[in-house]
């Protein structure tokens, strides 16, 4: 190998995928994974026989997977079997109303002409535009590492800037197609995942809508995590070395140059390069050790605006549940209040939008046979904006509110037949994987935190020290976390990768 030895703090996706194209490049890598196993988020807690996904639960985007393999010559289907979520997501409101979504053409079609009778060629007119923007950015903004904002809108013909909508917001841009505002709202709710209100999140992501309606929704088998288990598994077969339950105390610097790391014991491991998987904010603010470079970043890392937090429920509940299918957004009357709420007023709304996802109804074995496997997710603000909270009892209290709604839109679900309960704050999600102020997404992507804009994935301060994961390019998700991985081993290695 004759490299410099790399070490990566941190197992999640981004760190995962870092690793396997660093080691693909010919470098000796080692991951430390302060938990006792690797996905990060993307985890998974198993209880008398239920097996729940502690965070994403949508996969969508399975070409980037895919590419994963490719670039190390395996296939992911030899790794990962993925299951088809069709139909993918319902969204409900409180009227009784529904609207569900499919890859299906046809299905979504009928679909917006029940909301919206004569949207037809508006929703062909929204597919065509949204094609054109994924593809404009997957290929010529988001694939590459670029700092210059010149050089990064100068790969793009005038006509592709005007037509990716980034000074129109997601709602605005909704509006050019949708007159029925329950489509709006459903493809606009996505912006709760980006850290924004899709009343200021640019128009650019109504390419998340398209990118679920024509990749498909899937849920790998054995649940997200048997996707993290194979991408775990691939990267131990090309050599590379974790470590779990190995938490790094401090990144040690020469001077202004990363050298290596500290673990919890003591230990000290040199390295040539540093790479954090660890979320960027707390990276900077906790892990450098370098009291001036710290306390500088403190000031500026107040400037990042974060994603909210999330309180997660793991339900195992007796029996089947009627009325849900797999993936269900529940929104509420007052729309425009509850994001206001949220990422305004930085309160919990008392109308709070969540998700709810089954997945033991597309694989049956992630619960007990004939019973639930169930997660919700209702999004807080971060906690340096909620200041003190007694989270049983909000959990409590979200909890009845949660069980209520659904039982009032028909969903067969009482407290009795939960016979397995986990809950997580954002404390506890703080706490698990170092999530800056709780923040369950990473770094927003509000128009200045995309591209040249948004954190960097090396260090400005540090030399040798470089970032992978969801608060920095290209983003969040799994998705972008795995191409953050590739295209961080392409800043390092100074080599673009072909997949
Ligand atoms: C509740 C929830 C739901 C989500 N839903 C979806 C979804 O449906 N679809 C989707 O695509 N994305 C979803 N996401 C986002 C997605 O999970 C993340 O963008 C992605 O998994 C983040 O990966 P990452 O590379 O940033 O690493 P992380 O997952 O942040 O992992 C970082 C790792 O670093 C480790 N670490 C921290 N500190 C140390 C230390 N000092 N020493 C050693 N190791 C350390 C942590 O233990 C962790 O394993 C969701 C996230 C959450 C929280």
Not at 171 to 188: S, V, Y
Not at 368 to 390: K, S, Y
Not at 396 to 407: F, L, N, P, Y
Request: charged share 25%.
């Amino acid at each position: 190998m004759g490299q410099p030895g790399t070490v990566i703090i941190g197992g999640g996706l981004g760190g995962l995928s870092a690793a396997i194209h660093l080691r693909l490049a010919g470098r000796d890598v080692t991951i430390f994974e302060a938990n006792d196993c690797v996905g990060g988020r993307a985890n998974r807690i198993v209880r008398d026989g239920f097996r729940f996904d502690t965070g994403p639960s949508l996969l969508n985007y399975p070409w980037v997977f895919q590419d994963l393999f490719r670039a190390a010559g395996r296939k992911l289907e030899d790794y990962v079997t993925l299951l088809p979520v069709d139909p993918s997501i319902t969204f409900q409101w409180t009227d009784g109303e529904r609207f569900t979504l499919s890859s299906n053409v046809q299905k979504l079609l009928a679909e917006c002409e029940r909301l919206e009778p004569g949207s037809r060629p508006a929703v062909f007119a929204f597919l065509r535009d949204a094609a054109i923007k994924y593809r404009v950015s997957f290929d010529k903004l988001v694939s590459r590492n670029e700092d210059n904002v010149l050089r990064w809108l100068g790969a793009l013909s005038p006509g592709e800037i005007a037509r990716l909508s980034l000074w129109r917001s997601l709602d605005g841009e909704l509006k050019r197609f949708f007159k029925n505002h329950r489509i709006r709202e459903a493809f606009g709710a996505y912006g709760m995942y980006l850290g924004g209100s899709p009343f200021e999140l640019p128009g650019l992501f109504s390419i998340l809508a398209y990118g679920e309606l024509a990749y498909g929704l899937w849920l790998p088998k054995g649940g997200v995590y048997g996707l993290v288990e194979g991408i775990e598994k691939l990267a131990r077969e090309l050599g590379v070395k974790i470590c779990t339950g190995q938490r790094v105390r401090r990144i040690i610097l020469d001077r202004n140059r990363a050298t290596g790391v500290e673990l919890a014991d003591g230990e000290v491991m040199h390295a040539g390069t540093v790479v954090s998987n660890v979320d960027l904010p707390t990276t900077d603010t906790e892990l450098i050790d370098d009291a001036g470079i710290i306390a500088r970043t403190r000031r500026s890392i107040k400037h990042i605006r974060m994603t909210p937090g999330v309180l997660t429920f793991y339900w195992g509940i007796r029996g089947p549940v009627a009325g849900l299918g797999h993936h269900t957004i529940f929104l509420p009357d007052d729309y425009r209040g509850a994001f206001d709420d949220l990422f305004g007023n930085k309160r919990i709304p008392r109308e709070l939008p969540f998700y709810v996802a089954v997945p033991s109804a597309t694989d049956p074995d992630l619960a007990p046979p004939g019973d639930t496997a169930m997660f919700v997710l209702a999004p807080t603000p971060l906690l340096g904006e909620l200041g003190p909270v007694d989270w049983s009892r909000t959990a409590a209290e979200i909890k009845g509110g949660i069980i209520e709604r659904m039982q009032c839109d028909g969903v067969d679900l009482d407290t009795e037949r939960i016979a397995v309960e986990e809950v997580w704050t954002p404390e506890d999600w703080r706490e698990r994987f170092g999530l800056y102020d709780g923040s369950a997404f990473g770094a927003a992507h509000t128009l200045f935190q995309v591209g040249p804009f948004r954190a960097r994935n090396y260090s400005r301060e540090v030399s040798g020290l470089y970032y992978v994961g969801a608060s920095t390019t290209p983003g969040t998700g799994m998705p972008m976390v795995v191409l953050g991985g590739k295209l961080v081993a392409e800043r390092i290695t100074g080599r673009v990768h072909q997949a």
